[in-house]
C-alpha cells in the first residue's frame, strides 16, 4: 500500500493575501483548567487575529487571547447553536483568505467529539492551510484529576470513549462497551442518562457496576459523584447536575482520590503576558 503524503504548499498559495499567509489553527483548550492548555495552544492564541471559541472554553483560557484579535463565541449546547456550523466554517475560510491567522478553539481535543474532523476536511478542500494542535482531552483529564485510572492492570484492559448522543438525538450501540474489565466513558450523556441506563441493563450490564458522574473537571467548582447505574438518574437528579459532564461506567469508578470535594483548588490563572521558559536542571 502506498503512503499517501499531504503538501501544504497549494494551500499555502491559496491562503495568500496581501502579502501574508493566512491559515486555520484547530486548537484543543484542554479540559477547562488554563494551566492544563498546552505550550503551543498558548503560542497560538498569542499570535492570532480571530478566535472562534466553544462555549466549553474557560474565560481563564481566553485571557491567552492576543488583545487585538477578533473573539467570537460560535460555542453550541443543547437546545443552542449560537452560529450554524457551514457559517463558522465560511467565515473561517474568509478570515484565512484574508491573510490573518485563526483559531478554532474547542475544548478537549479538537477530534474527540469536537467536529475537528469535520471542519479540516471542510477547510482544505477549499484551499484553506489547517494545522492542528491537539489539547488533553476531557475523559482523561477528568478521570486522572480525581485519581481515576481509566485503565488499570488488575480492574479494566481497554477503555472506549463514546458520545451520549448522535446527530439525529438518539444514542449509540453501547451493547458489550460495558464488562468486569472494560471501561466506558460516555461524553454529553447527563441529559440521556436514563436511555444509557436501560440500554446497558438491557446488554446485561449488572445494576450495581460503579459509575462516576465528573462535573466541570479541573475547574474549582468541579464535582466527582459516585453513584451505581441503578441509581444514576436519581443521583443526577437530586445532585442537579449540569453540563459539562462526563459518565465513567466500569470497575475504575470507584477507584479516586477520597473526599475530593473537600480539596482546595489547585489551579490558578497563569499570566497571559508572561512567556514560557525553559530551564535546565543539571543531573546530578
Sequence with gaps: MNAIQISNTDLVQISEANGRVGSVSLVGAGPGAAD???????????????????????????AFVNPKARQIFVGKRKGFSAMPQQVIQDKMRDDALAGNQVVRLKGGDPFIFGRGGEELSDLRSQGILVKVIPGITAAIAAAAEHGMPLTHRDVATSVTFVTGHTLDG??????????????????????????????????????????????????????????????????????????????VVGNVAALSLPDVDTLPPVHTIPEPSAPFAWVHHAMG
Design 170 to 247: 438518539t444514542i449509540p450501540e453501547l451493547d458489550g462497551l460495558v464488562s468486569s474489565k472494560r471501561t466506558l466513558v460516555i461524553y454529553m450523556g447527563v441529559s440521556n442518562a436514563g436511555k444509557i441506563v436501560d440500554q446497558l441493563r438491557g446488554g446485561g450490564v449488572s445494576e450495581s457496576t460503579p459509575v462516576a458522574v465528573i462535573e466541570r473537571a479541573t475547574l474549582p467548582d468541579q464535582r466527582l459523584i459516585h453513584t451505581t447505574l441503578a441509581a444514576l438518574v436519581a443521583d443526577i437528579d437530586l445532585h442537579d447536575v449540569v453540563t459539562p459532564a462526563l459518565l
Design 36 to 62: 492544563l492548555l498546552t505550550i503551543r495552544a498558548v503560542k497560538a492564541l498569542e499570535h492570532a487575529d480571530a478566535v472562534y471559541y466553544d462555549s466549553l472554553v474557560d474565560d481563564s483560557v481566553l
